[in-house]
DNA sequence: CGACCACTTGATGACCGTCAAAGAGTGTGG
DNA sequence: CCACACTCTTTGACGGTCATCAAGTGGTCG
């Protein structure tokens, strides 16, 4: 999981080949897609994993729980993402449609099997596990060492670049990004507001969750903001 | 980098064959050793990536910094392990020898030719990206969702795991031990304290930095305080 | 339209960072 | 070998950032 692939992506990683494995080994893949209700799970912590998922319509999150409910979501996986391959055997986060979407399927196994005979396919799955791995390494950093408005901002400039539209309309609630950022749902929103004031976005429309940059260059300085 | 191959690993995981891929490809592969005194770079973030590193004596801290001096380290690698192999391209930490540090050096040239062809090496280097990645995941958990005390509770587990002899001697100090928790060197100072107040440690001898563990149990409960 | 959920904003407090001082350990040079 | 300098560590006092608790507004959907 984790897989990031949308951003700063070769297109051919971004989708491996769409999933299209069946060309290279003449195997029979088979191919499925299930649509989840917003809220419901596609897999849990420490489930058998089974398929990999590519994100054809929503937004997932995926993300570890402590006992007492403290949550850390890992990545946000957006149209086009991949996400559950890097599980090995069993998957590190559990996995949950953030609003209605659709998944397209394939059975780990047959992936495998391909692997192991076919070795630009082995590469392939190695350059995404390191893709993925930049980019958790950057957010821990983050995690680790920014502050609030810092960690938000970052979070608006990584959405931004994911998204590439106007006005960006986030899938997810205050609450996700806030365990997103390891930050609470009322920091965020109080960051937001200071950078709303600041001239740096503005919220759009009747809407909630529409947000649109006014000044990108400011925002990434603030993702930095401590010189 | 952040390959953490010790803790739970397969031994053949743990030492790509102790880099003796030649034997595999009946390449020539140049084995080199350098010794870095305590404190030294290794490489710099953002370098080209020329070799991979395996610590044969010593210790070694790879770290991200923010331009204001913010440090944090993204992993500590002890003798055995193998780093500084995830980066592609240019290196996205920078490595420096804790202690005096003697490591063994193997041109990623050399592997990228073998693994090109060799479909087992790759699977291996997939191996250790996962593994690699399993580490970061659950340290992005760690900061951003625990207290001081689970925080150094876990980094006294994973030391403990790692190290497997009565008395740890740390090789890292107070500093480096926060820069890897996300937090300042007295809060680490004063969660120490406090776990040797409770009896779940002690710090033994006349020289700094060794510590023994008195209640693993209560240790690894520590780590999960609230409940 | 009403119930519910998401969001914003304010008040308060706790945890951890910062600043400071002193003790302990290490290394070096006379 | 001891003295001195330096680093590392501990502990205390204080303050700031962010979490918690709470109330009210706004948006969504049956």
Same sequence: chains 1, 2.
Avoid: C, W
Avoid at 43 to 66: C, D, H, I, N, S
Avoid at 107 to 131: D, F, G, H, P
Avoid at 142 to 159: H, I, P, Q, T, Y
């Amino acid at each position: 999981m984790f897989l990031r692939t949308t951003r700063n992506s070769k297109p051919h990683i971004n989708t491996l080949d769409d999933f299209g494995i069946a060309s290279h080994s003449g195997a029979a893949v088979s191919l499925n897609e299930i649509t989840y209700r917003k809220g419901t799970e596609v897999y849990g912590e420490k489930e058998p994993a089974e398929y990999v998922y590519q994100v054809k319509k929503g937004a997932v999150r995926t993300y570890k729980l402590l006992s007492d409910g403290r949550r850390q979501i890992g990545a946000f996986h957006l149209v086009g993402d991949i996400f559950g391959l890097a599980d090995d055997d069993a998957h590190r986060f559990t996995a949950e449609a953030i609003i209605e979407t659709t998944l397209r399927l394939i059975k780990r196994q047959t992936l495998e099997t391909v692997a192991e005979t076919n070795n630009l396919i082995t590469r392939e799955l190695l350059s995404m596990a390191t893709l993925n791995l930049k980019h958790v390494e950057d957010h821990m950093l983050l995690l680790g060492r920014k502050d609030s408005v810092e960690r938000v901002a970052a979070f608006l400039v990584e959405m931004d670049e994911r998204v590439a539209s106007q006005v960006m309309a986030l899938p997810m609630t205050r609450r996700d990004i806030a365990d997103y950022l390891g930050l609470t749902l009322e920091t965020v929103s109080r960051a937001l507001s200071k950078m709303r004031r600041a001239g740096l976005l503005d919220f759009v429309g009747s809407t909630q969750r529409k947000i649109i940059i006014l000044d990108r260059a400011r925002l990434r300085a603030a993702e930095f903001q401590r010189q």
